[in-house]
């Protein structure tokens, strides 16, 4: 059985994702019955092998690059053997083919309102929109509980592949005027290249630009009022390597 959590983004050097309601002062967890997962009967596994399982699932919205996680577990003073005790953790991007991240203790709370949890397992940077978290045993309790789940994650746009060179996105979309390109380069000494073609994929717009550390963030003045409304690609180019964008003109 899943119950589902609200999931909140904290953005500090990191982002975060906590449930909302389950923590008064840093690294804390509450001792309120209604602050986390209890799961008291078993339901189908996402993962088909796992068979009939307890299971909690997280859908983070998006794809992340995952990296160090806390736990805190099921701190409910009289039953804190509800807590989980071992258990596995599989990550997916599609919900629909998952990866093991291998199998895991969980130290069992305290049932104290000072209970600050424990450090839990690495993601080592693997991408993934989705998290399941299956108990194979707890410490004694008729359910299943957790209380929270803290995942360090980075930014996936500032993660630039070798082979890519770039990552780049435009707004807004549609334009009117000007577009802003956000760009994070793994070369950031070469020129940035544009040109805008329009539908009929004639050039209407060529122009370069020169980055500028530590700036992700560069206007570029298409000058829309001299553009017909409708369609147009723009392709962004650097060192050899390009990146295309199709591009409303509105009125």
């Known amino acids: 059985m899943m119950r589902t959590q609200n999931i909140c ?26 602050d986390g997962w209890v799961s008291c009967e078993i339901s189908q596994n996402p993962i088909a092998s796992y068979g009939e399982t307890h299971w909690i699932m997280y859908d983070l919205g998006y794809d992340y690059v995952l990296n160090e996680t806390k736990f805190w577990n099921a ?51 693997a991408q993934a929109r989705y998290v399941l978290i299956t108990p194979n045993s707890n410490y ?12 360090s994650i980075t930014d996936p746009f500032l993660v630039v592949d070798e082979d890519d060179g770039f990552n780049a996105s435009v707004y807004p979309n549609p334009f009117i005027d000007n577009i802003s390109l956000r760009i994070v380069a793994l070369d950031e000494n070469s020129p940035i290249e544009y040109t805008l073609y329009d539908i009929l994929g004639r050039a209407v ?20 009022s001299s553009l017909s409304l409708g369609i147009y690609i723009l392709k962004v180019k650097q060192s050899g390597k390009e990146r295309s964008f199709k591009l409303i003109k509105r009125d």
């Open 205 to 224: 717009i060529e122009n370069s630009m020169s980055m500028v550390e530590g700036n992700e963030t560069y206007e570029f003045p298409l000058n829309g």
């Open 9 to 34: 983004i904290l953005l500090f050097a990191f982002l975060s994702f906590q449930f909302i309601t389950a923590q008064c002062y840093q690294d804390r967890h509450s001792t309120n019955w209604y």
């Open 75 to 125: 701190n409910e003073p009289k039953h804190i053997d509800y807590g989980i005790n071992e258990f596995n953790i599989d990550y997916s991007l599609d919900g629909v083919t998952w990866i093991n991240l291998g199998e895991f203790n969980m130290e069992q709370a305290s049932g104290l309102s000072t209970y600050v949890g424990n450090e839990g397992p690495d993601f080592d940077s």
């Open 140 to 151: 004694g309790g008729a359910c299943y509980g957790l209380s929270e789940l803290k995942i």
